[in-house]
T-cell receptor, first 113, second 114 residues
């Protein structure tokens, strides 16, 4: 079954404690992306990757890092989380090319206290 | 840069009634347009998309949307709403020159009354 898998699904953490949200897809997709969803703002792109070792900033990259060492994985790293990073995070992937369907993970609820 | 507005934050309709969710975009040329649905606790699922051609596009679950260039709109419609349609709906705009990255609207939450 085609899947984008995120972990953890739910996390409460404290300010400044580094955390990583993993994302893995089993569809051999070149394109992967991270979004955050906040009430009234929709989804905003954090980072994206067009292929292995190729990453670029989205609209709201501050406070986040990503890496793309393997095609299937695209972890999101919060080096020093702050309360304003409390949000619902989505990972997404697709084949290269605008016409291809983007598949979303189920989301990761992150609370920073 | 492109932008997307969804004027209605929350809409409530009765089951069996018709539905129209509004989406307006700002973009210099003809963008790629999408509607996604997010059910509670779930990720986003693509309902339909428009790239070119016929301005009325059909999607899954009985939804359709119409692209109107003169109004910069891409409204989503369904003739008869089912209780299972209660969800959040997002309009998104893709720019062919911007690769695969979308701009999402803020979303419209749909509630369905029995």
């Amino acid at each position: 079954e085609a899947q984008v898998t995120q972990n953890p699904r739910y996390l409460i953490t404290v300010t400044g404690k580094k955390l990583t949200v993993t994302c893995s897809q089993n569809m051999n997709h070149e394109y992967m992306s991270w979004y955050r969803q906040d009430p009234g703002l929709g989804l905003r792109q954090i980072y994206y990757s067009m292929n292995v070792e190729v990453t670029d900033k989205g609209d709201v990259p501050e406070g986040y890092k990503v890496s793309r060492k393997e095609k299937r994985n695209f972890p999101l790293i919060l080096e020093s989380p702050s309360p304003n990073q409390t949000s619902l995070y989505f990972c997404a992937s697709s084949l290269k090319g605008v016409g291809n369907t983007i598949y979303f993970g189920e989301g990761s609820w992150l609370t920073v206290v | 840069a492109q932008s997307v507005t969804q004027p209605d934050i929350h809409i409530t309709v009765s089951e069996g009634a018709s539905l129209e969710l509004r989406c307006n975009y700002s973009y210099g040329a003809t963008p790629y347009l999408f509607w996604y649905v997010q059910s509670p606790g779930q990720g986003l699922q693509l309902l339909l998309k428009y790239f070119s051609g016929d301005t009325l596009v059909q999607g899954i679950k009985g939804f359709e949307a119409e692209f109107k260039r003169s109004q910069s709109s891409f409204n989503l419609r369904k003739p008869s709403v089912h209780w299972s349609d209660a969800a959040e709906y997002f309009c998104a705009v893709g720019d062919p020159d911007y690769g695969q990255n979308f701009v999402f609207g803020p979303g419209t939450r749909l509630s369905v009354l029995p």
